[in-house]
């Protein structure tokens, strides 16, 4: 490990240890991971992760963070959310993520007020501040801390720590809920979000690792790897039509640029 690195993860393991005790949002992801893992080295049975699961976060993934938690050894609980039951959330407008995240974190300061546990934490890292985060707003509103980002760790730092730790997740793509695949103003029903969780579980079964299938209308924008392009307009070509079209689209359209984070911000930045 480098010395740059070494130091931020001795800097994330003293803020973690002054805490004491803390609850993170855990999603599966790279950054929660992470995370977790040293909070659970660190402040032993005192970090519990919490999975909120809902309609807009996949089975898959549900399983993948129970499965994660259980390899970390860490406390691990699930939790129903229920943005979808949000009018505003459901509107789809620009602050969307501001409404999960305040219902999200909400319920996360209950669970660490029950615990003892005297803080919240999210896997934020410094790489973020150059998206569209309104989830940011709730998280300070509510007082939610992120060490990652205090400790100055980049997305690539996540990475190449998670992969000296051994955690299987040094790798994985990044991973939005689904309510991300509409453009904003686009209202997000439970009809729709298993419409694109469908076309997309076919793509993952399929073999694609990097996706998105970003919903307009009748026609489904597919966001892949660019190392994955030749699979989906070659061998696979018409395995990928079939899929997409079974989960209720007329359309199949492949969007050159590829995946990127943050697409549907691309209109309003």
Not at 142 to 151: K, Y
């Amino acid at each position: 490990m480098n010395i740059l690195l070494q130091d931020k993860a001795d800097k994330l393991r003293m803020i973690l240890a002054d805490m004491g005790g803390c609850v993170i949002g855990f999603s599966g992801g790279v950054d929660s991971t992470l995370l977790f893992a040293v909070a659970a080295e660190v402040l032993g049975l005192n970090a519990l992760a919490v999975t909120a699961t809902s309609q807009t976060y996949p089975e898959r993934e549900l399983n993948e963070a129970r499965e994660l938690a259980e390899q970390i050894g860490g406390r691990h609980l699930v939790i129903v959310s229920e943005e979808l039951d949000i009018p505003e959330f459901r509107n789809n407008p620009r602050n969307r993520c501001y409404y999960c995240k305040k219902e999200l974190f909400g319920k996360l300061k209950v669970i660490a007020e029950a615990e003892g546990l005297g803080h919240v934490l999210d896997g934020t890292n410094i790489d973020d501040a150059c998206d569209h985060r309104p989830g940011r707003i709730a998280a300070e509103e509510l007082q939610v801390a992120s060490p990652l980002e205090e400790a100055g760790f980049t997305k690539q730092d996540i990475r190449d720590l998670s992969r000296e730790m051994g955690l299987p997740t040094w790798d994985k793509p990044a991973f939005a809920c689904l309510s991300s695949r509409f453009p904003y103003g686009t209202a997000i029903t439970s009809e729709r979000v298993s419409q694109v969780g469908m076309a997309e579980e076919s793509l993952h079964n399929l073999g694609f690792r990097t996706l998105r299938v970003r919903y307009h209308g009748s026609v489904a924008r597919l966001e892949l790897g660019e190392q994955e392009f030749e699979s989906a307009t070659g061998v696979l070509r018409d395995e990928v039509v079939r899929s997409v079209k079974e989960a209720g689209f007329t359309y199949v359209a492949l969007d050159l640029q590829g995946y990127r984070t943050g697409a549907m911000n691309e209109s309003i930045l």
